[in-house]
Nanobody, 125 residues
């Protein structure tokens, strides 16, 4: 299983980025997908998740609600994170992760079996 995250970079406060995570080696439509982030000196935290179920229910951390949108394209085995109105506190390495057939979306990283290598997002003030 491989999860390849991309799309990070340097952006000014208020700007936007779209992260992508391409999955291979798994039946993508059977996995809930999550985005997590880790800033220097801080623990990894949940950002957003999307269900494996048809219709794709979503969940967001309070800190990103209304600014970030998670989506998935099962035909392309890819999950996206559209990030708008970025703030300096959004600066972190963003990781995508996959969890097999969960009954509900989980925000605890230990629930996710597979992880991508991360992509760095830097928001300047």
């Amino acid at each position: 299983v491989q999860l390849q995250a991309s799309g990070g970079g340097l952006v000014q406060s208020g700007g936007s980025l779209r992260l992508s995570c391409a999955a291979s080696g798994l039946i993508f439509s059977s996995y809930a997908m999550g985005w997590f982030r880790q800033a220097p000196g801080k623990e990894r935290e949940f950002v957003a998740g999307i269900s494996w179920r048809s219709g794709g229910s979503t969940a967001y951390a309070d800190s990103v609600k209304g600014r970030f949108t998670i989506s998935r394209d099962n035909a392309k085995n890819t999950v996206y994170l559209q990030m708008n109105s970025l703030k300096p506190e959004d600066t972190a390495v963003y990781h995508c992760a996959a969890e097999l057939l969960p009954s509900t979306l989980h925000s605890n990283p230990v629930s996710y079996a597979y992880w991508g290598q991360g992509t760095l997002v830097t928001v300047s003030s």
